[in-house]
């Protein structure tokens, strides 16, 4: 497993309810979205948007927690593909999907290839770690990990963003200093 995709837990992620921001934002998963989870791990998230009824693509290094990921979408009937890649080189067609997101994973030069993913109009959810994590005890540790105050937001340029925040958050009883955000691909 590569330390990039798993940044901050050697706890399996499985039986967590999606994070609080993608559930504020639910609504932009449902019947016909075609949404990318990079880094999904186990799969919490994806989930989640299949039941919105998403067509849902998910990404990971992991093969294990693909096949957590796997098991539990067929078990569930949900429209989940798997997809076992290298996150640093693999491509990412254009303009695929109507929704990209990604939770605890940050690759600072994937951005471009990321952003590109989306169609114009769709969404960018994203939600990884701030460098104040550091104080809390537990998570990842390297800047290569972790996000300066305000650097998501220029990550995400040129998107418009809808609603961003920077908090320090309790996630399974622990504090998280997360930034978050939800961007907009302007439209043609």
């Known amino acids: 497993m590569e330390a990039s995709t798993r940044l901050f837990s050697r706890r399996p992620e499985r039986g967590l309810p999606p994070s609080a921001w993608f559930t504020w934002h639910a609504r932009i998963f449902r019947p016909g979205v075609r949404v990318l989870d990079l880094a999904s791990g186990s799969g919490r998230h994806a989930l989640a948007a299949a039941e919105r009824g998403a067509e849902v693509v998910a990404a990971d290094a992991d093969g294990e927690a693909l096949g957590i990921l796997e098991r539990e979408a067929q078990r569930r009937q949900l429209p989940v593909k798997c997809l076992h890649v290298d996150l640093h080189t693999s491509q990412i067609a ?95």
């Open 94 to 188: 254009p303009a695929s999907f109507d929704v990209v997101m990604m939770f605890n994973y940050l690759d600072r030069g994937r951005f471009p290839d990321i952003l590109g993913a989306v169609r114009p109009d769709g969404h960018l959810l994203a939600e990884t770690f701030l460098v104040a994590q550091r104080d809390q005890g537990w998570g990842p540790q390297s800047d290569d990990h972790l996000l300066q105050p305000g650097e998501l937001l220029r990550l995400v340029k040129p998107f418009e963003v809808v609603l961003s925040r920077e908090v320090i958050e309790v996630i399974d009883g622990r504090p998280a200093a997360l930034a978050s955000v939800l961007a907009i691909r302007p439209g043609k």
